[in-house]
């Protein structure tokens, strides 16, 4: 099977910029779809970015349109979550997720398998 390992997380000001990144490995890798959750302190878990592992479909949520990018590299078995223009609302413990058995890219937890044991990101004014 998949497993996911995230990173990339830290400290960042208000405004400032991050990258995180998620490592995919197993003994055969078979990823339909990956994304990027998000669970800020005290809410609920929310989707922030989905990517096709192949093709170009990708879709993002309403609070980070505009600010954040979702990308892949096929060849290293990597998915990414660019993150600029950084808000406090931003803070909370990213996850990635993957699924293997879907091909609609979807936006609920539901819709993935695998996930990684995320990274804190923590946005200061």
């Known amino acids: 099977q998949v497993q996911l390992v995230e990173s990339g997380g830290g400290v960042v000001q208000a405004g400032g910029s991050l990258r995180l990144s998620c490592a995919a490995s197993?003994?055969?890798?078979?990823?339909?779809?990956m994304a990027w959750f998000r669970q800020p302190p005290g809410k609920e878990r929310e989707f922030v970015a989905a990517i096709k592992w192949v093709g170009d479909n990708t879709k993002y949520g309403d609070s980070v349109k505009g600010r954040f990018t979702i990308s892949r590299d096929n060849a290293a078995n990597i998915a990414y979550l660019q993150m600029n223009s950084l808000k406090p609302e931003d803070t909370a413990v990213y996850y990635c997720?993957?699924?293997?058995?879907?091909?609609?890219?979807?936006?609920?937890?539901?819709?993935?398998?695998?996930w990684g044991q995320g990274t804190q990101v923590t946005v200061s004014s």
């Open positions: 997720a993957a699924t293997d058995a879907a091909y609609v890219l979807g936006t609920g937890s539901g819709d993935y398998r695998t």
């Open positions: 197993g003994r055969a890798l078979k990823i339909y779809n």
